[in-house]
């Protein structure tokens, strides 16, 4: 089945110490989104690819950071992170072809800060 | 900026109830409506959409019928199961560049008691 996968599902990090979340999609969709959902909150965009353009949220902190290689993958690094980044980090795809389209989320990755 | 609100939970049913959450938006131009359903402990899940005025998106007897003049996008179901538990998202599109953005509610924590 056409998916989006995350991994790993749970990650411990450590205060201040980098950490990488990864997502792969087999939907082949031209457009991945990395947003931040705290508890009891509404998921926040924090930035998103539309193919290989990188388009930043103008209040997403420049700790986070975000990487995708080719159209399957697409990678969100923090690199120092804090007390306050712990948090659910959803992907999710959208194939952008003219028209309204929806999009389409992994299971999300659960990020604790010891 | 675009906008979505929708109303403040939990809800709290028995089983078979009506349940109604209310969603209204401000938007500029025409966007796109959506219903999010979001299981504990996992990704959101595409619950039925409306892309102009007066579609009605249906899906697992959950519908909403997108009404321009009252700027609203309301979620229904006649009957509600334990199986509906769970936190609802109201979403609107906003399209910039060559990708669209989803702009959410705040979410609304359903409950469905036997």
């Known amino acids: 089945d056409a998916m989006v996968i995350q991994n790993p599902r749970y990650q411990v990090t450590q205060f201040g110490k980098p950490v990488t979340l990864s997502c792969s999609q087999t939907?082949?969709?031209?457009?991945m989104y990395w947003y931040q959902q705290k508890s009891s909150q509404a998921p926040k965009l924090l930035f998103h690819?539309?193919?290989?353009?990188?388009?930043n949220e103008a209040d997403t902190p420049d700790n986070f950071q975000s990487r995708r290689p080719n159209t399957s993958f697409c990678f969100l690094d923090i690199r120092s992170p804090g007390l306050g980044d712990a948090a659910m980090y959803l992907c999710?795809?959208?194939?952008?072809?003219?028209?309204?389209?929806?999009?389409?989320f992994g299971p999300g990755t659960r990020l604790t800060v010891l | 900026g675009d906008s979505v609100t929708q109303m403040e939970g939990p809800v709290t049913l028995s089983e078979e109830a009506f349940l109604t959450i209310n969603c209204t938006y401000t938007?500029?131009?025409?966007?796109?409506l959506f219903w999010y359903v979001q299981y504990p402990g996992e990704g959101l899940q595409l619950l039925l959409k409306?892309?102009?005025?007066?579609d009605k998106g249906s899906n697992k007897g959950f519908e909403a019928t997108y009404r321009k003049e009252t700027t609203s996008f309301h979620l229904e179901k006649g009957s509600v199961q334990v199986s509906d538990s769970a936190v609802y998202f109201c979403?609107?599109?906003?399209?910039?560049?060559?990708?669209?953005?989803?702009?959410f509610g705040k979410g609304t924590k359903l409950t469905v008691n036997p």
């Open positions: 999710a795809t959208s194939h952008y072809a003219g028209g309204p389209n929806e999009q389409f």
């Open positions: 939907l082949n969709h031209n457009v």
């Open positions: 690819y539309y193919d290989k353009d990188f388009n």
């Open positions: 938007a500029t131009g025409y966007p796109s």
């Open positions: 409306a892309t102009k005025a007066d």
């Open positions: 979403a609107l599109s906003d399209r910039q560049g060559g990708s669209e953005k989803l702009v």
